[in-house]
């Protein structure tokens, strides 16, 4: 089985001049898209990932979006020189987890295809920069509605 559900970021209130995108691919081969420079607002992500079944029967993320091992995936946001900004004093990342969605949201996710999964993240860090690094705290996923 390999299915795909959305996710839908909303990072809030980021640092402006500096611009933010989702990584695709790893290592030296990734390319950074739905790049955007937030201008005193809330950016927003929605992309789609994969789902597929495991080998111990147990549903998995994957694709090009998915990064990390099994029990530990996640999305990152590239920032400032990782988004291909070469002239940026910013050079970070900020990981979104994945491994805390459940199997049975999964499985809601799956039966319906009109909704998908949505999280609120803090876009400025300790140093009053771009946050990076895993989200902490993470306040999870919550299932919406497509519009």
């Given at each position: 089985?390999?299915?795909?559900?959305?996710?839908?970021?909303?990072?809030?209130?980021?640092?402006?001049?500096?611009?933010?995108?989702?990584?695709?691919?790893?290592?030296?081969?990734?390319?950074?898209?739905?790049?955007?420079?937030?201008?005193?607002?809330?950016?927003?992500?929605?992309?789609?990932?994969?789902?597929?079944?495991?080998?111990?029967?147990?549903?998995?993320?994957?694709?090009?979006?998915?990064?990390?091992?099994a029990?530990?995936?996640?999305?990152?946001?590239?920032?400032g020189?990782?988004?291909?900004?070469?002239?940026?004093?910013?050079?970070?990342?900020?990981?979104?987890?994945?491994?805390?969605?459940?199997?049975d949201?999964?499985?809601k996710?799956?039966?319906?295809?009109?909704?998908?999964?949505?999280?609120?993240?803090?876009?400025?860090?300790?140093?009053?920069?771009?946050?990076?690094?895993?989200?902490?705290?993470?306040?999870?996923w919550?299932?919406?509605?497509?519009?």
């Amino acid at each position: 089985m390999n299915q795909e559900i959305t996710l839908h970021i909303t990072l809030q209130k980021p640092p402006g001049a500096v611009h933010y995108g989702i990584q695709k691919g790893s290592g030296s081969k990734y390319e950074t898209i739905l790049i955007q420079q937030p201008v005193a607002e809330d950016l927003q992500f929605e992309f789609t990932i994969a789902v597929k079944t495991a080998k111990n029967g147990s549903l998995d993320f994957s694709g090009p979006i998915v990064q990390g091992a099994a029990g530990e995936r996640f999305v990152y946001i590239d920032i400032g020189t990782y988004a291909g900004e070469s002239n940026s004093v910013w050079g970070r990342r900020l990981k979104i987890p994945l491994y805390t969605i459940s199997q049975d949201v999964l499985n809601k996710l799956l039966a319906d295809d009109k909704i998908k999964l949505h999280t609120n993240v803090n876009g400025i860090g300790k140093d009053g920069g771009p946050n990076c690094g895993t989200v902490k705290p993470f306040e999870g996923w919550v299932i919406k509605k497509k519009l």
